[in-house]
């Protein structure tokens, strides 16, 4: 049974830093394609950043230098450090894994993320 728990949000103001985790309930973890995407009523889910079993990471145009995807494979848990926030990263962000091995195609592919945390909440002013 895989579970995946979002923690980090918070409201922040614009240029300032968060660091979001997720951990992951996931036996074979390590194995596993994960990414961060995020949501608003206005663009729908969009991928963040991805990142496969060997260490490979892909990131949206709009995050490239300021986010950072990474993963602790002994303790089961992801990581998006987003750095010189902007309003328009507003969202509910969300963790996303599954064993698939073309992660980098998955960030435009959210559908083809098996399993999905609960989200956290992202609010830059």
């Known amino acids: 049974h895989v579970q995946l728990v979002e923690s980090g949000g918070d409201s922040v103001q614009a240029g300032g830093s968060l660091r979001l985790s997720c951990v992951a309930s996931?036996?074979?973890?390590?194995?596993?394609?994960m990414g961060w995407f995020r949501e608003t009523p206005d663009k729908g889910r969009e991928g963040v950043a991805t990142?496969?079993?060997?260490?490979?990471?892909t990131y949206a145009d709009s995050v490239k230098g300021r986010f950072t995807i990474s993963r602790d494979n002994d303790k089961h848990i992801l990581y998006l450090e987003m750095n010189t926030l902007k309003p328009e990263d507003t969202a509910m962000y969300y963790c996303?894994?599954?064993?698939?091995?073309?992660?980098?195609?998955?960030?435009?592919?959210?559908?083809?993320?098996?399993?999905w945390g609960q989200g956290t909440q992202v609010t830059v002013s």
């Open positions: 996931i036996d074979t973890y390590s194995r596993y394609c």
């Open positions: 990142i496969d079993s060997d260490g490979n990471t």
């Open positions: 996303a894994a599954d064993p698939g091995s073309d992660c980098a195609r998955y960030l435009a592919r959210p559908a083809d993320f098996g399993y």
